[in-house]
């Protein structure tokens, strides 16, 4: 339940309410349909059946060539950290990757670093944005993976991720590319296809599925060596009992997702640009921190000069608008980001930095409520 | 009226935070994050911990108020640990705590509270104010072995016009009644001792941050004798008589410490008593020094105000001690007081020996 107070939810990027048919789909998995689908009995074998029909769906959706590409995971985080150790674990070799990267992806360079692998990662500039061309001299013949983010979870800034595999594997054929598509998957294609990547990442909770459970697809032929071990599940890839009503919800939440794409452009891309030419009318002292062409569609991050995040996300949760500065620890204090400050932004500019990000549930007249909102506030603060 | 309620996720910040609801007030909670570990988290022990913060969320939770975690890990980290740390090594006894309030905390809450369009800063301090606008006093809490206002010596008229402490007025037992009796879960916890920064020996700590500074030298008797070695001057603080590796068949405790030198200086009981102090980054909290320069001079956080006489230099003030007073520390705070109304505070930077002049 949405807190009775609260009218405007701006903060899709840190999760989206279950889509309806998501939490249909997984009812039975809740009730009756209780099997685990490693078993021989007829109970685990309805499970199983919902497993792999769902996995049979996500391939589909994901253009895979053979739905055990799909390997389910227990989310984005896990993903990520299955993405690039895999190949790593597997080969030995290192990986190259960005300074604007998820800590999910950074950690797990950090990790594989301490235990000898080499790790490069590639600065980006002022617009967030990676050189294809930088990211394929710093590849060797010792590197295993390269990990690029389909676009980034704070700014929403898309990155050229075709380009960069392409500029990877004219010169090192063998090196694989993975990319966390995690707040890209909602608004935009992201199969392995349209981004020429060998690993992609998914998380339900983004885009209308459960918290909890997530996906890799993983390049038929690929070598992954599993992070978690233990009964051999998903061919011995990702062990644990499947969450079979988190699997099954995910995978609902995709496929409506997919066919809501493009009514979710037109009234979250609304919304957006609503907001920000209101804002930018009414505000001049506001500053878009990228360009809107290069972002998600659903992304708005920016700042006002002389104007606190911490204090105008308080002053806007008292109105009951729900956004966040895009990076937060689990205290839920707004942290230093490190995307902003790979950006190059100055420390003022980035505790000054706020996100919006609209989503599913968003209707195209939100943008000028928020506009309207923001300007309360700031007016409140001077 | 709108109040904005400092919550540590202590006992004596929930209950302060409830009384403000009880009168019909409205609040915001807020916890300052002031310290973390190497991975950016709150700290596990010490504190203002993880489960500090989840304890003042609890609360603000049971009291329907909203309640935010504000991150001031590097006000903190500049102007009070690292200030901490050259303090420390420069041979003086910094209390943080007072640097805090007056460098960091109270700049960043009265600063929040006007932005958040708040009418009052709320704490949990056991202290008092009273008196109208342009002549509040601040006064010792009720329960005087609770009693903070020494920590408090560095507020002035305008803060005080904006600050409350709505348990000034109870004793530790009606606070954890009141707190038992609001379902409130920081009911029974004990009160928090140590530095919100350091967890375990603050000596350790100052090693590991600040590098192996420590200067290894000797311990010589105030008569000039040598009485042994020891491995560093952060091991020693002005009065300690435990851990000084040296034997001379009659307690010996520390009477200075010489930093460059690397040199602890230690004398019988009675080298420890001096007969003032100097007190520099003086501040009055009616903005004007006391025209009485009789005045009682409290010298530690825990510790009885003694009678002195007030006396002012070229650079602050003297305070002659009535009585001799031992183990003066330089670093720690020098709060005055008539009664229990706290006139004002310093720094204490220098023991006086000898009469004043």
């Given amino acids: ?382 | 009226m709108k109040a904005l309620v400092a919550m540590s996720g202590g006992v004596d910040s929930s209950v302060a935070a409830a009384l403000m609801l009880e009168a019909g007030h409205d609040v915001i909670g807020v916890t300052v994050k002031q310290w973390q570990g190497a991975d950016g988290s709150l700290p596990i022990t010490g504190c203002c911990t993880v489960s500090d913060a989840e304890d003042a969320r609890s609360v603000a939770d049971r009291l329907g108020v909203p309640y935010y975690v504000l991150d001031h890990v590097e006000e903190f980290t500049r102007e009070v640990v690292d200030r901490f740390g050259v303090e420390y090594l420069a041979g003086r006894t910094p209390n943080p705590c007072i640097e805090c309030n007056r460098r960091v905390r109270f700049g960043i809450l009265f600063e929040r509270m006007e932005s958040l369009g708040c009418d009052v800063l709320v704490t949990g301090h056991h202290a008092r104010v009273v008196g109208d606008t342009g002549y509040r006093k601040l006064l010792r809490a009720k329960d005087r072995s609770k009693d903070q206002s020494y920590v408090l010596h560095m507020l002035d008229q305008s803060r005080l016009d904006r600050i409350r402490f709505p348990i000034g007025d109870m004793t530790k037992d009606d606070v954890r009644e009141r707190a038992s009796g609001l379902g409130l879960r920081t009911a029974t916890k004990p009160d928090s001792q140590d530095l919100c920064f350091v967890a375990g020996d603050y000596r350790d700590f100052i090693r590991e941050r600040f590098g192996d500074v420590d200067r290894p030298g000797l311990v010589v008797d105030v008569d000039g004798a040598v009485l042994g070695e020891h491995s560093g001057t952060t091991g020693f603080t002005i009065g300690q008589r435990k851990g000084l590796g040296v034997a001379v068949g009659e307690p010996r405790f520390v009477v200075s410490i010489e930093p460059e030198a690397g040199t602890v200086v230690v004398g019988p009981r009675a080298a420890l008593l001096t007969a003032g102090c100097s007190l520099e980054e003086m501040s009055w909290i009616s903005g004007r020094a006391p025209d009485d320069s009789a005045i009682a001079i409290q010298l530690r956080y825990r510790s009885e105000a003694v009678p002195s006489r007030l006396v002012p230099t070229a650079g602050g003030w003297d305070v002659w001690f009535d009585d001799p007073q031992e183990a003066v520390a330089p670093g720690q705070a020098g709060v005055v007081y008539r009664g229990d109304e706290v006139l004002g505070g310093g720094t204490i930077v220098a023991a006086l020996q000898g009469v004043p002049a």
């Avoid at chain 1, 704070?154 to 004219?170: L, M, N, Y």
């Avoid at chain 1, 090196?175 to 995690?182: I, K, P, Q, R």
């Avoid at chain 1, 969450?243 to 939440?253: F, H, K, R, S």
């Fill in chain 1, 1 to 382: 339940m949405t807190p009775p107070n609260t009218t405007l939810y701006l903060d899709h990027a840190a999760t989206t309410p279950l889509r309806p048919e998501a939490r249909e789909a997984m009812a039975p998995y809740l009730g009756d349909a209780y099997g685990n689908p490693s078993g021989i009995h007829a109970v685990s074998r309805v499970a199983k059946k919902a497993l792999e029909e769902a996995r049979e769906r996500a391939a589909v959706l994901l253009g895979a060539d053979h739905p055990l590409d799909v390997v389910f995971t227990g989310g984005g985080t896990e993903s990520d950290n299955l993405g690039v150790a895999g190949p790593s674990l597997a080969s030995g070799g290192g990986v190259v990757t960005t300074s604007v990267e998820h800590e999910a992806v950074l950690e797990t360079a950090a990790f594989l670093r301490r235990l000898g692998r080499s790790v490069t990662v590639i600065e980006v500039d002022s617009m967030g944005l990676v050189d294809p061309l930088q990211v394929a001299r710093a590849v060797g013949s010792e590197t295993a993976v390269v990990s690029v983010m389909t676009a980034n979870n704070e700014t929403g800034v898309r990155q050229p991720v075709d380009q960069i595999s392409a500029a990877v594997k004219e010169a090192y054929p063998e090196v694989l590319v993975h990319t966390d598509a995690v707040q890209a998957f909602v608004s935009e294609e992201t199969t392995i296809t349209s981004l020429g990547a060998d690993l992609v990442t998914l998380s339900a909770h983004k885009f209308g599925g459960p918290k909890g459970v997530g996906l890799l697809h993983v390049r038929r032929g690929v070598p992954v060596e599993p992070v978690l071990h233990g009964g051999g599940q998903e061919i011995g890839r990702r062990s644990g009992t499947h969450n079979v009503a988190g699997i099954v919800g995910m995978v609902a939440a995709m496929e409506e997702t997919v066919k809501d794409r493009d009514r979710f452009r037109a009234d979250v891309g609304a919304a957006r640009d609503e907001f920000e030419a209101r804002l930018a009318t009414a505000e001049p002292e506001v500053i878009f921190t990228t360009p809107a062409a290069g972002r998600l569609i659903q992304y708005s991050h920016f700042r006002i000069r002389g104007i606190d995040a911490e204090t105008l996300l308080i002053r806007l949760d008292g109105l009951g608008v729900a956004a966040s500065a895009g990076s937060a620890c689990h205290s839920g204090a707004i942290e230093v980001s490190h995307v902003l400050a790979a950006m190059g932004l100055e420390r003022e500019a980035t505790r000054s930095s706020i996100r919006f990000s609209f989503g599913w549930t968003s209707r195209p007249g939100d943008g000028e409520v928020a506009a309207a909102a923001v300007v309360e506030c700031i007016e409140a603060i001077r």
